[in-house]
């Protein structure tokens, strides 16, 4: 069973911080990495995906990838509140129609 | 507008009465998924369909059936509902890109009493 595993949080930073949330997942031969923001309420919404080694960089967010340590993470520059979320990391499994979400870290950013 | 619609959104029903949720996507995409989600337990996968009459089981697809019969429709099936049934469930579609993820609908919430 491939799993992917997130510290639930909460985790809080001060408005204008960085957020970094973090991602280990079990199966070595995955290639792709997903992450999703839910807001209360809502559905997951895509935010970034990564599949090299390294850092990828979209606006305020960077997705980092380490495949040796099985350890992707997101950094969230500058923090609003209105990144007050739950972000959500995924892998896909056997195949590209099986995606595996962790359970999420929540993050509050505090005014 | 490109996206998912899931109907109902809010759904009461009682232990024992079959029900569907439909699920459909105008972005003419290969891939369609359902999950569910639950506090504590995250988004899990039900089921998923690669293309049409093809599906396949994800983590938790006891209770549940799907068909796929046209491309676009994707409809979760509950026999015979039971109250652990109750849940927040969510339809996604993804096209074959490999690094473009699911794109999800609105979501249904089902209670079964």
């Known amino acids: 069973q491939k799993e992917v595993e997130q510290n639930s949080g909460p985790l809080s930073v001060p408005e204008g911080a960085i957020a970094s949330l973090n991602c280990t997942y079990s199966?070595?031969?995955?290639?792709?990495f997903f992450w999703y923001r839910q807001y209360s309420g809502k559905s997951p919404e895509l935010i970034m995906f990564?599949?090299?080694?390294g850092d990828k960089e979209d606006g305020r967010f960077t997705a980092q990838l380490n495949k040796a340590s099985q350890y992707v993470s997101l950094l969230i520059r500058d923090s609003q509140p209105s990144d007050s979320a739950t972000y959500l990391c995924?892998?896909?499994?056997?195949?590209?129609?099986?995606?595996?979400f962790g359970k999420g870290t929540k993050l509050s950013v505090k005014p | 507008e490109a996206q998912v619609t899931q109907n109902p959104r809010y759904l009461i029903t009682v232990t024992g009465k079959k029900l569907t949720v439909t699920c459909s996507q105008n972005?003419?995409?290969?891939?369609m998924s359902w999950y569910r989600q639950d506090p504590g337990l995250g988004l899990r996968q039900i089921y998923y369909?690669?293309?049409?009459?093809?599906?396949d089981k994800g983590d938790v697809p006891e209770g549940y059936k799907v068909s796929r019969k046209e491309k676009r429709n994707f409809p979760l099936i509950l026999e015979s509902p039971s109250p652990n049934q109750t849940s927040l469930y969510f339809c996604?579609?993804?096209?074959?890109?490999?690094?473009?993820?699911?794109?999800f609908g609105s979501g249904t919430r089902l209670t079964v009493v």
């Open positions: 995924a892998v896909y499994g056997g195949s590209q129609g099986n995606l595996i």
């Open positions: 972005m003419n995409h290969e891939y």
């Open positions: 369909s690669m293309n049409v009459e093809v599906t």
């Open positions: 996604a579609s993804s096209p074959r890109q490999e690094n473009y993820g699911y794109t």
């Open positions: 990564i599949y090299s080694n």
């Open positions: 199966d070595r031969g995955s290639q792709s």
